[in-house]
């Protein structure tokens, strides 16, 4: 088993529609990611969490750390937000954080 | 602001030969990583450095090395190139060792044939 899973593996939607991307790791974490990979392949990071909830525009993060587990939302998809996202979790190796990351989950929102 | 500068984008390198992988960050960020991604597969950590003279492998460290003689530079290098060492490559840092977000570089696609 990963230590860190996504689901869905790939996921469709219209264009204005609610998007939540879930994330399950196994292990104890500093922190997690959530990152976005462009057709590109560029990475861009989309949030650091340790706790709580965290919002930016039309992108909303939780996380609870009891149950290890946190959710990516989208509200209002638009084609552009297209994308591979990515949860990472940080780990505390030896005084630097070390990242282990999922499969991604890839996002297709349709006009 | 150029953030994390990897160089090059493309490179097809023939079984045996070797190369660097460049990469430059500007924002005086003490910890720097190199990442593969294969298709389907999550980021595999090769190496990382968390200050200038100091490096340490990370997963998948066989069949390269790295260096880091300045804060700004972490170049990988590819010993004998085999056709495992087919994926493309990230180059990424950040400022804290609690955490912080990742600044990534865009890529660098290597094929060996």
């Known amino acids: 088993k990963n230590e860190v899973e996504q689901s869905p593996q790939n996921l469709t939607a219209q264009e204005g529609e609610f998007i939540t991307i879930n994330c399950s790791y196994s292990?104890?974490?500093?922190?997690l990611h959530w990152l976005q990979q462009h057709p590109g392949g560029g990475i861009v990071s989309l949030f650091m969490l340790s706790s709580g909830k965290k919002k930016h525009g039309r992108l909303i993060a939780t996380i609870n750390i009891q149950e290890k587990h946190s959710s990516l939302h989208i509200t209002a998809s638009h084609p552009r937000d297209s994308a591979v996202y990515i949860c990472a979790v940080g780990l505390i190796i030896q005084g630097a954080q070390k990242l282990v990351f999922g499969q991604g989950t890839r996002l297709t929102i349709n006009p | 602001n150029a953030g994390v500068t990897q160089t090059p984008k493309f490179r097809i390198l023939k079984i045996g030969q070797s190369m660097t992988l460049q990469c430059t960050q500007d924002m005086n960020h003490n910890y720097m990583y190199w990442y593969r991604q294969d298709p389907g597969m999550g980021l595999k950590l090769i190496y990382y450095s968390v200050g200038a003279g100091i490096t340490d492998k990370g997963e998948v460290p066989n069949g390269y090395n790295v260096s880091r003689s300045t804060t700004e530079d972490f170049p990988l290098r590819l010993e004998l190139a085999a056709p495992s060492q087919t994926s493309v490559y990230f180059c990424a840092s950040s400022y804290s060792r609690t955490g912080g977000s990742l600044y990534f570089g865009e890529g660098s696609w290597l094929t060996v044939v």
């Open positions: 292990v104890g974490i500093s922190a």
